[in-house]
């Protein structure tokens, strides 16, 4: 793992970095001066960051717990718990809580960058994070900062400020993604099972099946076809390379080649969208993964890596070095539904080695078809999937964010009763009833200009 790179990370550079995205979650607010310090006719912050950013720990002292907006809100760096979150003056606001170091904090990743805890996937694990420490995974708490902030605004301003709307005024939005690993190998864990139990006529069958008839989760059309049916289009994440990475993970199981004029057309007859599933290795690798994003030229706007790597230290200057993306969607846990950068919103990734910000959006990973029933993560049964992701979603909808789905074209499969076709079904339509706007990864990257 190679050693963080970091500029001198100062009160200026944090606020700038907040600020930008605060403003995009309220695109009509009125500009008022927000700063450290008193500042007469403007929102004023206390500093409780004390040196925390000048040094290399990931994680800070344990936040204050505060009651906000009905909820209960982790406030790290509040040094004063004891006073009231804001001191409303005659046109001037004091937060006597530190939300922009905390923003800071949770929304530049500060934690996974500066950890050295890694999965076997090389991903930063949900265990070693103040998400899990803390039980607030599926609160988007920057939102609940921000929401903070806005009401300092309002008082400073007289007035009422609104979250962004999508689409026809949609109050958030929701982006289907379909991250296609396989298309060949529906019948190879069942023909095992019969292999292993000596159940020769079923062995049999099964294998005739997979050489006469096409693979059930060779269905790229009745996935399209199923999204499209609430309105929504499909984003497929296409996996070029079919050779095993060096540790032995897979990639996919198809000629991606071959692929691509089939999605050509469904981009064509119903507006599905094309972006680059990368290898594995790709997130470390700049070179490769251009020559991935070149071999696949329909897959250059957005990007996803496979089994969801993403070093943090590396993968964000690799996706700017291949200059073929406007967007990535790689980050959530696996482990868990929610918000790994406690965010609802798409975001541009912090440069810890500039200062300032990454060229791509980040559209973070929400919920993922895996983490809710998996050996490995949450193990819920069908009928607890969609009441334990109905809260995370009203939080999307309260601050005009994006909820972002994975459901890989396998899951699909008929056969799939615990995390299958009917589930995603009872999901996509939980979202049309709460008035989502169904969009794709290009179309929400056209709402946050650069």
């Given at each position: 793992?190679?050693?963080?790179?970091?500029?001198?990370?100062?009160?200026?550079?944090?606020?700038?970095?907040?600020?930008?995205?605060?403003?995009?979650?309220?695109?009509?607010?009125?500009?008022?001066?927000?700063?450290y310090g008193p500042a007469v006719g403007a929102v004023a912050v206390a500093d409780g960051a004390g040196d925390f950013f000048a040094q290399a720990?990931?994680?800070p002292a344990a936040p204050n717990w505060r009651e906000w907006q009905g909820q209960r809100i982790p406030f790290f760096f509040d040094s004063s718990?004891?006073?009231?979150?804001?001191?409303?003056?005659?046109?001037?606001?004091?937060?006597?809580?530190?939300?922009?170091?905390?923003?800071?904090?949770?929304?530049?990743?500060?934690?996974?960058?500066?950890?050295?805890?890694?999965?076997?996937?090389?991903?930063?694990?949900?265990?070693?994070?103040?998400?899990?420490?803390?039980?607030?995974?599926?609160?988007?708490?920057?939102?609940?900062?921000?929401?903070?902030?806005?009401?300092?605004?309002?008082?400073?301003?007289?007035?009422?400020?609104?979250?962004?709307?999508?689409?026809?005024?949609?109050?958030?939005?929701?982006?289907?993604?379909?991250?296609?690993?396989?298309?060949?190998?529906?019948?190879?864990?069942?023909?095992?099972?019969?292999?292993?139990?000596?159940?020769w006529r079923r062995f049999g069958q099964l294998v005739w099946q997979h050489l006469t008839r096409p693979d059930a989760w060779n269905n790229l059309?009745?996935?399209?076809?199923?999204?499209?049916?609430?309105?929504?289009?499909?984003?497929?994440?296409?996996?070029?390379?079919?050779?095993?990475?060096?540790?032995?993970?897979?990639?996919?199981?198809?000629?991606?080649?071959?692929?691509?004029?089939?999605?050509?057309?469904?981009?064509?007859?119903?507006?599905?969208?094309?972006?680059?599933?990368?290898?594995?290795?790709?997130?470390?690798?700049?070179?490769?993964?251009?020559?991935?994003?070149?071999?696949?030229?329909?897959?250059?706007?957005?990007?996803?890596?496979?089994?969801?790597?993403?070093?943090?230290?590396?993968?964000?200057?690799?996706?700017?070095?291949?200059?073929?993306?406007?967007?990535?969607?790689?980050?959530?846990?696996?482990?868990?539904?929610?918000?790994?950068?406690?965010?609802?919103?798409?975001?541009?990734?912090?440069?810890?080695?500039?200062?300032?910000?990454?060229?791509?959006?980040?559209?973070?990973?929400?919920?993922?078809?895996?983490?809710?029933?998996?050996?490995?993560?949450?193990?819920?049964?069908?009928?607890?999937?969609?009441?334990?992701?109905?809260?995370?979603?009203?939080?999307?909808?309260?601050?005009?964010?994006?909820?972002?789905?994975?459901?890989?074209?396998?899951?699909?499969?008929?056969?799939?009763?615990?995390?299958?076709?009917?589930?995603?079904?009872?999901?996509?339509?939980?979202?049309?009833?709460?008035?989502?706007?169904?969009?794709?990864?290009?179309?929400?990257?056209?709402?946050?200009?650069?």
């Amino acid at each position: 793992m190679p050693a963080p790179r970091v500029v001198a990370i100062t009160s200026e550079l944090r606020l700038a970095y907040v600020l930008r995205h605060f403003w995009q979650t309220y695109p009509a607010a009125p500009r008022v001066t927000i700063g450290y310090g008193p500042a007469v006719g403007a929102v004023a912050v206390a500093d409780g960051a004390g040196d925390f950013f000048a040094q290399a720990r990931p994680y800070p002292a344990a936040p204050n717990w505060r009651e906000w907006q009905g909820q209960r809100i982790p406030f790290f760096f509040d040094s004063s718990p004891e006073k009231d979150l804001l001191t409303l003056g005659p046109e001037t606001v004091l937060l006597n809580a530190d939300i922009i170091a905390g923003a800071f904090y949770l929304l530049s990743g500060w934690q996974e960058y500066f950890s050295a805890e890694r999965d076997r996937h090389g991903r930063f694990p949900y265990a070693a994070s103040v998400q899990q420490q803390y039980n607030f995974v599926t609160l988007p708490v920057v939102n609940y900062y921000f929401d903070v902030l806005k009401t300092a605004v309002e008082h400073v301003t007289g007035q009422r400020l609104q979250p962004r709307t999508w689409g026809a005024n949609a109050p958030f939005a929701a982006f289907i993604t379909h991250d296609i690993d396989n298309l060949h190998s529906a019948w190879k864990a069942p023909a095992k099972a019969a292999l292993q139990q000596r159940q020769w006529r079923r062995f049999g069958q099964l294998v005739w099946q997979h050489l006469t008839r096409p693979d059930a989760w060779n269905n790229l059309e009745a996935v399209a076809a199923g999204t499209a049916e609430y309105g929504a289009k499909s984003t497929f994440f296409l996996l070029p390379e079919t050779r095993p990475g060096a540790d032995g993970t897979p990639n996919a199981d198809y000629n991606a080649q071959s692929v691509l004029p089939r999605l050509a057309a469904l981009q064509e007859a119903l507006g599905a969208e094309i972006s680059l599933h990368g290898s594995i290795g790709t997130a470390t690798d700049a070179a490769r993964l251009a020559r991935e994003a070149e071999a696949l030229q329909y897959a250059t706007a957005g990007l996803r890596f496979h089994y969801l790597r993403w070093e943090p230290r590396l993968t964000p200057a690799v996706v700017d070095a291949a200059q073929s993306f406007i967007y990535d969607s790689t980050l959530g846990f696996a482990e868990h539904f929610g918000f790994r950068n406690s965010y609802c919103l798409p975001f541009y990734p912090f440069n810890f080695a500039t200062g300032s910000e990454h060229d791509f959006l980040e559209i973070p990973l929400n919920v993922m078809d895996a983490t809710l029933h998996h050996p490995n993560y949450l193990q819920l049964r069908p009928e607890e999937m969609l009441p334990a992701l109905a809260p995370m979603l009203a939080e999307v909808a309260r601050f005009g964010g994006v909820a972002t789905v994975l459901w890989h074209n396998e899951n699909f499969d008929p056969a799939n009763e615990t995390n299958g076709p009917h589930q995603f079904a009872e999901l996509m339509e939980y979202l049309q009833q709460q008035g989502a706007a169904f969009l794709t990864g290009r179309e929400i990257w056209q709402q946050f200009p650069a």
